[in-house]
């Protein structure tokens, strides 16, 4: 599946389930991601410190399914400031690449 395809897909989901009733402009889809980066961070936390020995600490979700919430909600919110995210991602590559290039 390409990036453009996963865009949509989420997209379409969103709207069939209503929920771009309920999230009507992109600060909302923003703090979304920001709330699931928050938990990426709490997992990884979790991991690589001893927060599981604490007595009120929670078992975090799983780290693969976390990062895929981080994509799912950076395609939401392109979608939701009409980005093409595919296009887009090609062109700041093309540029960090240029960018780069004498570093080596």
Excluded at 75 to 90: G, H, P, R
Excluded at 91 to 104: S, V
């Amino acid at each position: 599946m390409e990036i453009k395809e996963a865009q949509e897909l989420v997209y379409d989901h969103l709207k069939k389930i209503g929920y771009t009733e309920i999230e009507t402009i992109p600060t909302h889809a923003f703090l979304h991601l920001i709330e699931e980066m928050g938990e990426v961070a709490r997992t990884l936390l979790h991991k690589e410190t001893k927060r599981a020995s604490l007595k009120y600490s929670t078992e975090p979700s799983d780290i693969e399914d976390e990062v895929a919430d981080v994509f799912w909600q950076t395609l939401k919110l392109a979608s939701y400031l009409d980005i093409d995210l595919e296009e887009s991602f090609m062109k700041k590559f093309e540029k960090n690449k240029a960018k780069n290039k004498n570093l080596k």
